[in-house]
């Protein structure tokens, strides 16, 4: 009797083995997750649980002052590209997402009708939009 016990742990056993064995080997490789910590990441998860008033100000970091202060913003256009640069509006053309720096040129606001004034209005309102 204890000879069936016996032949019954031994295939238990066996089967959980290769089993275990099997999904090892079929297993997809997990891939690592790698978790950011700062401090700005912190405060903006903080002030999304604490602070959900979406009229309190975003808070300027110095590397975002750094950024701004070494960015252009340019915004794309019906294939052209707009920026300004000592208050003085560039358009340049834009081919396969490339901006064409040998087609930059000043924009000409004198020469143009009341449909392309308005566009220009839009334009440089949404490069001055935040700042």
């Keep these: 009797m204890a ?6 742990a ?15 080997k079929t297993a ?5 997750i790698k978790i950011v910590v700062s401090q700005s990441r912190t405060n903006e998860l903080f002030k999304k649980v604490f ?7 975003k808070a300027t970091s110095q590397a ?6 070494k960015s252009t913003r340019v915004l794309i256009i019906d294939n052209e590209a707009y920026w300004i640069k000592n208050n003085t509006v560039f358009v340049a053309e834009v081919i396969d997402g ?8 000043e924009v000409d606001t004198m020469a143009m009708d009341k449909v392309q004034l308005k566009k220009m209005i839009f334009i440089v309102e949404k490069l001055k939009e935040g700042l």
């Excluded at 602070?51 to 100000?57: K, V």
Aim: glycine content about 2%; hydrophobic content about 40%.
């Design 51 to 57: 602070m959900p008033d979406p009229s309190f100000p």
């Design 3 to 8: 000879m069936e016990y016996l032949f019954g």
């Design 10 to 24: 031994i295939v238990t056993a066996t089967t959980i083995f290769f089993t275990y064995r099997w999904f090892v």
């Design 28 to 32: 997809v490789p997990r891939k690592s």
């Design 98 to 105: 490339e901006v064409e720096k040998e087609t930059t040129r």
């Design 64 to 69: 975002m002052k750094d950024f701004d202060a």
